[in-house]
């Protein structure tokens, strides 16, 4: 099985819900969640927007390859109403980003694994610690913990108290 990291989230709709539905069609799609981070709620990072973000990480074990998993999350994207307007980053329901497989390192045309930004983003950072903060970036070779330090993003990640 392989260990798999994802960052979902959305700013449009019922954030609350989408959430509910992508961890529905993950679990049934793509893979057995065994772990999730809080909710975080944060501003738009990339671009201004007047909806907050709320993100989540879970991790899933799958038998999926990264393709077949970028592919299931592509889908799942689309079926909760993803509208992929520009290459820029702007407002959605429901985005779900691979932050790591495994320890692997994948950099084809349509899949960078470990994701490209994630130590630039704290709204990534802060849930990627809570669940495993001594996990080793297999890019950058550092702890997760050691990245948030290090990371500069002075955008606001606030926990959710559910």
């Known amino acids: 099985m392989n260990k798999v990291y994802l960052l979902i989230g959305g700013n449009l709709g019922d954030r609350f819900d989408f959430l509910s539905q992508v961890k529905l069609k993950i679990q049934k799609h793509v893979g057995n969640i065994i772990q999730e981070s809080s909710i975080y709620e944060s501003t738009p990072w990339g671009f201004d927007s007047e ?14 390859s990264p393709k ?20 820029n980053y702007s407002s959605r329901t429901m985005d779900i980003d691979i932050l790591f497989y495994n320890d692997e390192i994948f950099n084809e045309p349509d899949l960078i694994i470990p994701h490209k930004n994630l130590h630039k983003r704290l709204f990534t950072l802060i849930p990627l610690v809570e669940l495993s903060p001594d996990f080793i970036h297999p890019g950058l070779k550092e702890n997760l913990s050691e990245l948030m330090g290090k990371c500069d993003d002075k955008s606001e990640a606030r926990k959710l108290k559910l």
């Open 51 to 64: 909806n907050d973000f709320l993100n989540q990480v879970i991790i899933i074990l799958t038998k999926l």
């Open 68 to 87: 077949g998993v970028l592919d299931f999350c592509l889908k799942i994207e689309n079926d909760l109403g993803r509208k992929r307007q520009s290459v």
